[in-house]
């Protein structure tokens, strides 16, 4: 639920002129692309919301399943620390996918509107791979400046890229647009200027089967390490495991880089620049007047 947005489940605001939520376009450019299931990782108290919004109509065009993240979804001989009461994050999320993903698969985020081409690239990219590739993954890789919110400040993980692979991701914050740079601050609040051109990461991320059983251990790892520091507050991010298993050795990213702009409804008065933008891109032919009505 999004502080910023306001009032509401950011995820499943109408933006679309047949009452689309983000996912809609999300689900038909990857569908389209050549995927073939879709996974939602909710929380159970906004189930019956979830699938009256978006669920019971994308099922009857694509198989659909659910896992929850929860709190108490953590591995065997481990308990949730007194007082917690969120769960640990976007890796820990992705790990309540553990035996129920035996293919090669994207995750998004819900309420980041993407485009088309990554979608292509990342599924083309995939099924290229041998059946039994391992620690051989990929990310969409989008420009800087078309990620940039008119309404306020966000946040993106900059990338390093060397011969097309990921070798580092580092979070940026509070970035907004001043005339040709991009300002903002690290995470100690070092303040940086960034190119608008650079590549950035927005949690569109291709793995093999052979990720979440690595996710696993490096997530026992990080309950034995950061989170007994910090037991109610840290958090197991997906950036930041990969950059783990990069440092480590242990994966390849190869960063596939897609010239399409980002939208996002992180602000309230970002939702009629994405409404204006999906009439636009309709009328130009890119989506159907009405996605899966």
């Excluded at 995820?11 to 689900?27: C, H, R, T």
């Excluded at 995927?35 to 099922?59: H, L, M, N, P, S």
């Excluded at 190119?195 to 979440?212: E, H, I, K, Q, R």
Aim: proline content about 5%; hydrophobic content about 40%.
């Amino acid at each position: 639920m999004g502080s910023r947005f306001g009032a509401g489940i950011k995820q499943l605001a109408e933006v679309g002129p047949s009452g689309e939520i983000i996912m809609d376009y999300s689900i038909y450019a990857a569908k389209e692309a050549g995927f073939d299931k879709v996974v939602f990782i909710i929380r159970r108290d906004i189930e019956e919301a979830f699938r009256k919004a978006i669920g019971d109509r994308i099922e009857q065009y694509i198989p659909v399943t659910y896992v929850y993240q929860e709190l108490e979804n953590i591995p065997e001989g481990y308990s949730v620390p007194e007082g917690r009461g969120k769960p640990w994050g976007t890796g820990h999320a992705i790990l309540s996918c553990l035996g129920k993903i035996n293919d090669p698969f994207l995750v998004i985020n819900a309420d980041d509107y993407y485009g088309k081409e990554a979608f292509r690239a990342l599924h083309d990219y995939l099924v290229s791979l041998p059946a039994d590739s391992k620690g051989q993954y990929c990310m969409a890789g989008f420009v800087l400046g078309n990620t940039l919110s008119d309404n306020g400040k966000v946040t993106r993980g900059a990338c390093v890229v060397e011969d097309g692979c990921l070798t580092g991701v580092e979070e940026m914050f509070d970035l907004r647009r001043e005339g040709d740079i991009v300002a903002g601050r690290k995470e100690d609040g070092t303040p940086v200027e960034i190119d608008p051109n650079s590549t950035v990461s927005m949690n569109f991320w291709g793995f093999t089967p052979d990720f979440l059983p690595q996710l696993e251990s490096y997530f026992k790892a990080f309950l034995d390490n950061e989170a007994s520091e910090n037991p109610l507050k840290s958090e197991f991010l997906l950036p930041s495991v990969v950059g783990s298993m990069i440092d480590e050795g242990v994966a390849k990213v190869a960063v596939l880089p897609t010239g399409d702009r980002w939208f996002g409804v992180t602000y309230a008065e970002d939702k009629p620049i994405f409404m204006k933008c999906i009439r636009e891109l309709i009328a130009a032919g890119v989506y159907p007047e009405s996605t899966f009505h």
